[in-house]
């Protein structure tokens, strides 16, 4: 039963929490991929959009839950969604059209885009702190876990128990849905096609035609919604702290490059790759090679590379890596 309860040591604690941080980290490089392949420049204000989409969510749910609305054993932030969704959508097409569209007329290169978007990501990190505060804001409800440890422990009398939280369920299922979706937008509607004639070749894409300030609105729409989505996934599976997703913009922008930079398929490898070496790295071993090891063999260290306190360095030397020897990503990048 050893090698058996290994394995379930393994999926407890590196397999799911892999997967379901490594969807969250899909759904953010989409994003910042979206605004690079489309928008050719780097949203370093990705981060603080995810914290604004999440926050609207986070008051909705609050209000909805103190007048008894609910979705019984789901979280109630999955009815508040659409709404942080509207509210990020308005912020950006907001600020799309004070801040950034300014600097796109005037022909800006890509390097002032970035340093503009720093500007913004301050503004809008100032906002959600003002309104929502700096601490830890929890706003999950409902049943916490599909499959509890001592239940599983009770089914099948091993030693180790498999635990599935319901957040991490819903962000496996949402990441499916949302990729799914926007895959069949890009590919086969007349719009996403648009915009990917946009991305390969904008002077082209003029001449058929097609309007740019429209391929840039629904640019942004898209991306609220992904930035929603996973800033609402990653609060309610880990918690909600503005400066949290200020952090998360490095191994977003880990998982992008690493993928390809531009390219939505690498993008979602790249969140995988960079989540599940995060998490297998700061992982203490010690459970799993008890079980595997010989009598006496057990580590009597916790057989950890690094704490947990230094994950975000993992991205950092992944990051490193791939643009020292292939800096196109696993991907091609820039093709959407």
């Given at each position: 039963m050893?090698?058996?309860?290994?394995?379930?040591?393994?999926?407890?604690?590196?397999?799911?929490?892999?997967?379901?941080?490594?969807?969250q980290?899909a759904?953010?490089?989409?994003?910042?991929?979206?605004?690079?392949?489309?928008?050719?420049f780097?949203?370093?204000?990705?981060?603080?959009?995810?914290?604004?989409?999440?926050?609207?969510t986070?008051?909705?749910?609050?209000?909805?839950?103190?007048?008894?609305?609910?979705?019984?054993?789901?979280?109630?932030?999955?009815l508040?969604?659409?709404?942080?969704?509207?509210?990020?959508?308005?912020?950006?097409?907001?600020?799309?059209?004070?801040?950034?569209?300014f600097?796109?007329?005037?022909?800006?290169?890509?390097?002032?885009?970035?340093?503009?978007?720093?500007?913004?990501m301050f503004?809008?990190n100032?906002i959600?702190?003002?309104?929502?505060?700096?601490?830890?804001?929890?706003?999950?409800?409902?049943?916490?876990?599909?499959?509890?440890a001592r239940?599983?422990?009770?089914?099948?009398?091993?030693?180790?128990?498999?635990?599935?939280?319901?957040?991490q369920?819903?962000t496996?299922i949402?990441?499916?849905?949302?990729?799914a979706?926007?895959?069949?937008?890009?590919?086969?509607?007349?719009?996403?096609?648009?915009?990917?004639?946009?991305?390969?070749?904008?002077?082209?894409?003029?001449?058929?035609?097609?309007?740019?300030?429209?391929v840039?609105?629904?640019?942004?729409?898209?991306?609220?919604?992904?930035c929603?989505?996973?800033?609402?996934?990653?609060?309610?599976?880990?918690?909600?702290?503005?400066?949290?997703?200020?952090?998360?913009?490095?191994?977003?922008?880990?998982?992008?490059?690493?993928?390809?930079?531009?390219?939505?398929?690498?993008?979602?490898?790249?969140?995988?790759?960079?989540?599940?070496?995060?998490?297998?790295?700061?992982?203490?071993?010690?459970?799993?090679?008890?079980?595997?090891?010989?009598?006496?063999w057990?580590?009597?260290?916790?057989?950890?590379?690094?704490?947990?306190?230094?994950?975000?360095?993992?991205?950092?030397?992944i990051l490193?890596?791939?643009?020292l020897?292939?800096?196109?990503?696993?991907?091609?990048?820039?093709?959407?």
């Open positions: 050893d090698p058996l309860n290994a394995l379930i040591a393994v999926s407890n604690y590196v397999l799911i929490p892999g997967i379901a941080y490594g969807s980290l759904l953010g490089a989409l994003g910042v991929t979206l605004i690079y392949g489309i928008l050719r780097s949203n370093f204000a990705h981060g603080d959009t995810m914290a604004f989409g999440a926050m609207v986070i008051l909705v749910t609050w209000w909805m839950q103190g007048h008894g609305i609910h979705l019984g054993v789901l979280p109630t932030a999955l508040a969604l659409p709404f942080g969704i509207l509210g990020t959508m308005a912020l950006l097409l907001a600020t799309d059209r004070v801040v950034y569209r600097y796109r007329e005037q022909k800006a290169k890509p390097v002032i885009m970035v340093i503009v978007s720093l500007g913004v503004i809008m100032g959600v702190r003002f309104i929502i505060g700096v601490d830890d804001q929890q706003f999950a409800d409902g049943e916490r876990f599909i499959i509890s239940d599983f422990k009770a089914w099948t009398g091993l030693e180790e128990g498999l635990s599935i939280r319901t957040s369920g819903i496996f949402a990441t499916i849905v949302s990729v979706l926007l895959f069949w937008f890009l590919n086969k509607t007349r719009t996403g096609k648009s915009m990917r004639a946009y991305s390969d070749n904008e002077d082209l894409a003029l001449l058929s035609g097609i309007n740019p300030e429209r840039v609105m629904i640019t942004w729409l898209i991306v609220a919604a992904l929603t989505v996973a800033g609402v996934l990653y609060g309610l599976d880990k918690t909600f702290k503005p400066f949290t997703y200020f952090q998360l913009l490095l191994p977003i922008f880990a998982a992008a490059i690493v993928g390809g930079l531009g390219n939505p398929l690498g993008a979602i490898a790249g969140g995988f790759v960079i989540a599940f070496s995060e998490v297998a790295v700061t992982y203490a071993w010690k459970k799993v090679l008890g079980y595997l090891a010989p009598g006496g057990e580590p009597e260290g916790l057989v950890q590379l690094i704490s947990t306190d230094y994950k975000f360095a993992v991205s950092f030397a490193l890596i791939v643009l020897f292939k800096p196109t990503g696993l991907f091609k990048g820039k093709s959407v």
